[in-house]
């Protein structure tokens, strides 16, 4: 099993900054894909930024320019920076990562999730 603990949720007025981070452990050999989400009340869980094992990055629309995704591949860590947040930015973000546990056995696992509330 692969489990991923998550931290560094809270609340945050508009135009600040917060920094979330997920490491995963158990049984890992490898880790191929870590991504960020977000899911909205009401909404559907919505993609936010991803980063492969080779560092290639990918982000939301409207998060781009403002959200930086990093991973640190030593400590089976995934950070998400968000600077300039905004009111609409609020939701929980969920960790998920994808990799697999021995050579030709996947699995995709997901944190429990971290509530971001940017508020004045």
């Known amino acids: 099993q692969v489990q991923l603990v998550e931290s560094g949720g809270g609340l945050v007025q508009p135009g600040g900054s917060l920094r979330l981070s997920c490491a995963a452990s158990?049984?890992?050999?490898?880790?191929?894909?870590m991504n960020w989400y977000r899911q909205a009340p009401g909404e559907q869980r919505e993609l936010v930024a991803g980063?492969?094992?080779?560092?290639?990055?990918n982000y939301a629309d409207s998060v781009k320019g403002r959200f930086t995704i990093s991973r640190d591949n030593a400590k089976n860590t995934v950070y998400l920076q968000m600077n300039s947040l905004k009111p609409e930015d609020t939701a929980v973000y969920y960790c998920?990562?994808?990799?697999?546990?021995?050579?030709?056995?996947?699995?995709?696992?997901w944190g429990q999730g971290t509530q971001v509330t940017v508020s004045s």
């Open positions: 998920n990562v994808q990799g697999a546990v021995v050579p030709g056995t996947v699995f995709g696992s």
């Open positions: 158990g049984s890992i050999f490898s880790i191929y894909a």
């Open positions: 980063i492969t094992s080779g560092g290639t990055t």
